[in-house]
């Protein structure tokens, strides 16, 4: 099982701050399913990390790592 954490506007399109989802075998396979799930993702702006390290290309995923998906911030 994958833990998937949502933040930010993101709960308000999931409706939820984490998901548990069956393993999938990348970043690409896990967006195609969430924007599956929730179609609006796919308008939303947001970084994956894998394990609290920012992805942006294709990466393998595996049971047991935290994945989140991070709006864009600001800092002031």
Known sequence: MLRVLF???LTDITGCT???L???GDTDSLENVLRT???SLAQAKY???VDRKIVRTKTKIAAGME???LPPFSGG
């Open 7 to 9: 933040f930010g506007q």
């Open 37 to 39: 799930q929730y179609p």
């Open 22 to 24: 069956g393993t999938v």
């Open 67 to 69: 994945i989140a998906l």
């Open 47 to 49: 970084v994956i990390t």
């Open 18 to 20: 984490q998901l548990e």
